[in-house]
């Protein structure tokens, strides 16, 4: 297998339910999709990673997948699907989709029938069942005392089989058993499903937790959030289980990128390289960790210096050994110009971010509404939010703190922020739909919209045109080794990427003021060109404007 074409491409993540409303009810879909391809690929984008499409009760907006085969009624059809395939290969550009693998729904037929238990029910171990326990008192109490990531404890108990499931997201997301080779065997025949279809890979949704450690014990009591982590990440098989999976995607000329929160580069070579090469990305968390603690709903003010450490630290691992995927934005995080940048410079700072990202070596991926710089929503009322990690947070952090206050909080981390619907004018419901959306447009559509970016050269769509092509026309920009200046610096990042006699020095002021700056030493008295910047009037090398960005080229 010869799959390393996904190294030169830029990717644009659709969240289809809010992405564009092509049949009129409110509701993205496919054949908004279908209408929209031609925009994606004038961003200079390669592929697109959808979301999950598939049927969904919507407990967790599509990863609570009821069916792995057919695509959910609110978006279309498998035939709209393949046109969409069909269309995008079309215009060059490849498809991948999100796999959901270490749970279910339990609206799906396995988890419907193996609540039904019996010795001789085929489904009876798809997933994860235990009897309750009872203290010396005669207390009950639950298999473990593991908490969920998303809602309350990790257990739930099912009257009708008369046991626990383990659920570690949502009480609506049973994980899978997968250690039962049944299971694995079904995983694998979703997979060559899709293949046959013709798509082109797939992102693996939280793909280090499929293996549990036998016994499942108790976690640490005094970590709460995270007390049963060690047990259900990068689990005793995890590395077995990925190589069948490998196997399939070898028959076929396509690749494979893995979700793993809370794991740095060290976990992640295995999956990379190696005997037990499973994995040709691996999607980290460590880029958002800059303005937070362990939670977006923890906030701490933006670290410019823990945002290069994030970066430099995958750079300086993957050079040579694999590939990374790089990020600002995506569909678990609130908008990136309200969380690093700045929603009164607006413009400057979503263009220094890009800037700071799509330069690196790796696969840059934009997220839908992130190249015209939308921002964060905020609701007056937790009813309002969709999200149901935003309504576990209103109910765990600042309990003590008022209600308007434990609102600020959400508003500054919720994910519905990524998932309001992409303003594409400043029509009625932002062109994205012809009636009322599902959900609530963001109010500043009026003037954040695709339309106007589209008639504005200097705007922030237009910048990611132009940074995508940077990148796609010079191999150094590819393929050249990373090096970081100034790492202790709090206000610029400063970079290079060098391949043969070419270099690029990436100079990114991310902080809203003017700030003294003294070029690397390397680079006194030489000249370079200067290819890219937010900036549109004659710049001073000892000067950085507020959120200025500068790439400049030496040969």
Same mark, same amino acid.
């Given at each position: ?18 992405? $564009?409303?092509?049949?009129?009810? @409110? ?104 009897? @309750? ?74 793909? $280090? ?9 108790? @976690? ?206 400043? @029509? ?128």
């Amino acid at each position: 297998m010869n799959n390393n074409w996904f190294k030169d491409m830029a990717f644009y993540q659709i969240w289809i339910r809010s992405f $564009a409303d092509g049949n009129g009810d @409110g509701i993205g879909d496919l054949y908004g999709v279908y209408d929209k391809l031609e925009y994606i690929k004038s961003l200079g984008i390669d592929g697109i990673w959808f979301s999950p499409i598939y049927p969904s009760p919507n407990a967790d907006y599509g990863y609570d997948v009821s069916d792995y085969k057919d695509i959910h009624p609110d978006y279309g059809d498998l035939e709209q699907f393949k046109k969409v395939l069909n269309k995008a290969h079309e215009l060059g550009m490849k498809v991948v989709m999100d796999l959901v693998i270490n749970h279910t729904s339990d609206e799906h037929f396995w988890f419907k029938e193996s609540c039904k238990g019996g010795d001789d029910n085929p489904y009876k171990d798809y997933y994860i069942w235990r009897d @309750g326990k009872t203290d010396k008192k005669g207390k009950k109490l639950l298999p473990n005392n593991w908490n969920s990531l998303f809602e309350g404890k990790a257990w739930e108990y099912n009257e009708e089989r008369g046991q626990y499931y383990l659920h570690f997201f949502a009480k609506k997301q049973p994980d899978l058993n997968m250690d039962n080779p049944r299971v694995r065997e079904e995983i694998k025949d979703i997979m060559r499903f899709w293949l046959d279809l013709g798509v082109d890979g797939f992102r693996e949704d939280s793909i $280090a937790f499929i293996s549990k450690v036998e016994g499942l014990p108790n @976690g640490y009591p005094e970590l709460p959030m995270i007390n049963g982590l060690r047990y259900t990440q990068h689990g005793p098989h995890i590395h077995e289980y990925m190589k069948e999976f490998r196997e399939v995607c070898e028959d076929y000329d396509c690749f494979q990128m893995g979700e793993m929160p809370m794991t740095g580069p060290d976990k992640a070579m295995p999956y990379l390289t190696g005997e037990t090469k499973s994995l040709d990305m691996v999607i980290t968390f460590d880029y958002m960790n800059a303005d937070n603690f362990l939670s977006d709903f923890i906030r701490r003010p933006f670290s410019v210096i823990k945002y290069k450490k994030a970066f430099s630290k995958w750079q300086y691992a993957m050079n040579g050994k694999s590939w990374n995927c790089v990020y600002i934005e995506n569909h678990d995080h609130p908008r990136v110009v309200s969380r690093y940048g700045s929603e009164k410079m607006w413009r400057e700072s979503a263009t220094s971010l890009a800037a700071s990202y799509i330069f690196l070596q790796g696969c840059p991926f934009i997220y839908q509404g992130q190249e015209i710089g939308m921002t964060n929503l905020r609701l007056n009322s937790i009813d309002k939010y969709e999200d149901i990690s935003s309504k576990n947070a209103y109910m765990t952090f600042h309990t003590k703190k008022s209600k308007s206050q434990r609102l600020y909080y959400i508003g500054e981390g919720s994910r519905d922020s990524a998932r309001t619907p992409m303003q594409w004018s400043d @029509g009625k419901y932002a062109g994205f739909s012809t009636v009322k959306p599902w959900f609530y447009l963001n109010p500043n559509y009026k003037k954040i919209n695709v339309k106007a970016q589209e008639e504005d050269e200097k705007s922030i769509l237009n910048f990611y045109r132009k940074a995508l092509k940077l990148r796609k026309d010079n191999d150094a920009l590819i393929w050249g080794d990373y090096k970081e200046y100034f790492p202790k610096d709090k206000n610029v990042y400063t970079y290079e990427r060098t391949l043969s006699s070419e270099k690029f020095l990436i100079i990114c002021n991310l902080k809203g003021k003017y700030i003294s700056y003294k070029m690397p030493e390397e680079y006194e008295g030489l000249k370079g060109e200067l290819k890219l910047s937010n900036y549109e009037d004659g710049h001073r090398l000892d000067i950085l404007r507020p959120y200025e960005c500068r790439v400049y080229r030496y040969e």
